[in-house]
């Protein structure tokens, strides 16, 4: 599950084709804008440019001439992150989940280390530094952990640089080795939005590890987008403010290893992936956006749907919907405001009214199950939090006081809200569940990484997704890629799930029946499955396509009608990026 929702946020990575206007003395000029384009690095002369682009439909390393202005593919399909060598001879790219490098002149390819991503060349070209994942025991159900690794080119000799603070979350990213060869910088962060990334220093020598927050003003949550090295001393970051779906704003940033300070240089919107330096006061970046909309599939007989049909369209991100209990209105968050907000759209006249309004991040709503009260996420109080209000949004309230605690879901009594907690240390990350008054929290299962809870109908289950190996009150640790778990609240016993690498739950009560419904890639496509649940036995029968083909083309979210008659998914509906040089930057030097 952690994969797929990584791939969901990468995707958010290549999303608008337009420039922003010029910030201060700041130029902004378009190298690169046909294809989702990102990932760039540039040679040491500064006259040819290498990015990952989407060109019909595959995406692999191009090259451009920035003299000539022409562009070719240099890689194989599928490739991707290519980073010159220092000497400008070669190209270093992945392709496969393994690190390749190929000859400019010669177009020869060579494999440089197998299960290896994110790498980049020492100061003198001799090695890799990259990131992998290694199992934490030697059984097959160990959980995994993402460690740093460097091979000699010559020789092929691989060593383990630092493991030991990646293990929370999803790992390191963005390994990048200084000029002086005397550190490597690595983004740590988590697979959680509301969870800040923080910089990672190690010295490849010592193996010494040093982590710093990367703080920004009136930003609760900052994500790593991309990093270069302007000097030994300072580091140029791409920063996102929240990151993947929670905002298309950012930041370029540089970070002073020698003070250990952040400074903030130029805003920018919308951000994308991936930045490299180009000369003295000058940057070559990713901008990119991503547009979501909502589209609704209804019950036409027994086991018959209609066509899809769209309920929201324009240059927004419209995700994450929730039916209300009567079926009246559709929940959902959208940044059509400028952040995120929760919004109501009603299935008989179409309006539309915004439900919370504050300057920071709310999202991932839920109703009670009386349809009187509004959960949902935020980060008004600096952390992402749940808060809960009246069903049109009035008289918010905070319920949880956590490092971090998202996705909220209600159980039918009303008693309880679960919801999942990160960034909390090993033996607090998890699903939990607390009272609406702020009381009796409780860890229900704890996970290394936990999504999207959503209790049944009767309260007795819940579904999750998980990855690391998931432990409940009682039960022994379960396969790291076992993703998609249900777990019966009462004793904590994970039940067998015929699919179990769907994601983002919903349940319904039809005629009596309980059904799970999910989202279900496959190597062929992504569908929504409706599953037939046995709560007495607790077991789930084979699932049933509901939605298939390019009707679900990047479907990451879904909501349920209560009856099971109707559901909404949220559909990718534009991803457009390109590669900007920022010039003009006169204190990225400073």
Do not use: C
């Amino acid at each position: 599950m952690a994969g797929l929702l990584l791939g969901a946020l990468a995707m958010s990575r290549f999303g608008a084709a337009v420039a922003p206007p010029p910030v201060g003395e700041a130029t902004l000029r378009t190298l690169v804008a046909g294809g989702p384009s990102s990932d760039p690095s540039l040679a040491p002369d500064g006259k040819t440019l290498a990015f990952t682009s989407i060109r019909n439909g595959e995406m692999r390393v191009w090259i451009k001439d920035l003299v000539s202005g022409s562009e070719s593919a240099l890689g194989p399909s599928p490739s991707s992150k290519p980073i010159f060598s220092p000497d400008g001879t070669s190209v270093l790219f992945e392709k496969e989940g393994s690190l390749y490098r190929i000859a400019l002149a010669t177009r020869e390819e060579r494999l440089v280390a197998r299960e290896a991503r994110d790498g980049d060349w020492s100061p003198d070209g001799r090695s890799v530094v990259y990131m992998r994942w290694q199992p934490e025991a030697s059984d097959a159900g160990a959980p995994l952990r993402r460690e740093v690794a460097v091979i000699d080119i010559g020789s092929g000799q691989q060593r383990s640089l630092h493991s030991g603070a990646l293990v929370g979350g999803i790992g390191g990213a963005f390994p990048r080795w200084s000029p002086d060869g005397k550190r490597i910088a690595i983004a740590i962060t988590e697979g959680q939005a509301g969870v800040p990334d923080r910089l990672g220093l190690l010295d490849p020598g010592s193996g010494q590890f040093e982590q710093f927050a990367l703080p920004v003003s009136r930003v609760a949550v900052t994500k790593v987008q991309g990093m270069s090295w302007v000097s030994a001393r300072r580091l140029a970051l791409l920063l996102a403010d929240g990151g993947g779906y929670l905002g298309a704003s950012g930041r370029i940033a540089v970070f002073d290893v020698v003070s250990k300070q952040l400074r903030s240089l130029l805003p920018l919107l919308p951000i994308g992936s991936g930045i490299a330096v180009a000369g003295k006061g000058s940057l070559v970046v990713s901008l990119g956006s991503l547009e979501q909309s909502l589209h609704q599939v209804e019950r036409t007989g027994p086991g018959r749907w209609g066509n899809a049909a769209p309920l929201t369209e324009g240059p927004f991100s419209d995700r994450q919907p929730a039916y209300s209990p009567d079926g009246r209105w559709l929940l959902f968050s959208s940044n059509r405001s400028g952040n995120l907000d929760v919004w109501r759209l009603s299935r008989e006249s179409g309006e539309l009214q915004r439900l919370t309004d504050h300057e920071a991040q709310d999202w991932d709503p839920a109703s009670s199950p009386d349809g009187r009260r509004l959960l949902f996420s935020s980060n008004r109080s600096g952390r992402f939090q749940i808060w809960m209000a009246d069903a049109d949004g009035n008289s918010p309230r905070q319920v949880t006081d956590f490092e971090n605690a998202q996705n909220p879901t209600m159980t039918g009594d009303g008693q309880w809200v679960l919801f999942t907690r990160q960034d909390s240390g090993e033996d607090k990350i998890g699903v939990w569940k607390i009272r609406p008054d702020g009381t009796e929290a409780t860890l229900v299962a704890r996970t290394r990484n936990a999504f999207v809870p959503e209790v049944s109908p009767d309260g007795r289950f819940v579904a999750f997704n998980a990855s690391g190996g998931t432990a409940g009150p009682r039960p022994g640790v379960l396969r790291p890629d076992a993703v998609a778990q249900v777990l019966r609240l009462a004793d904590g016993r994970a039940l067998p799930l015929s699919a179990p690498t769907a994601y983002r739950f919903r349940w319904s009560v039809e005629d009596g029946r309980t059904f799970l419904w999910a989202i279900v890639p496959t190597a062929e496509d992504i569908s929504v499955r409706r599953f037939a649940f046995d709560p007495d036995r607790g077991v789930t029968g084979p699932g049933e396509v509901v939605v298939r083909g390019s009707a679900t083309r990047m479907l990451e979210s879904l909501g349920v009608a209560r009856d099971g008659s109707a559901l909404t998914y949220s559909q990718t509906a534009s991803v457009r990026t390109q590669i900007i040089q920022v010039d003009g930057l006169g204190d990225l030097d400073q």
